[in-house]
């Protein structure tokens, strides 16, 4: 039982991290599309 809970716990700190890095990642990516768009002249 304490096996399984150990293993449950490590699991949702995975996906917390994994969700964390993608955000983090498309954050970012949003930063640089915004800066692209503003430098680009609009026609």
């Known amino acids: 039982m ?3 809970l150990n293993v449950l716990i ?3 700190v995975v996906i917390f991290a994994v969700f964390f ?3 983090f ?3 970012k990516l ?3 599309q915004d800066d692209n768009n503003n430098n680009k002249p609009n026609p």
């Open 2 to 4: 304490d096996f399984l």
């Open 10 to 12: 490590w699991v949702g």
């Open 21 to 23: 890095i993608g955000f």
């Open 25 to 27: 990642a498309a954050m």
């Open 30 to 32: 949003n930063r640089r």
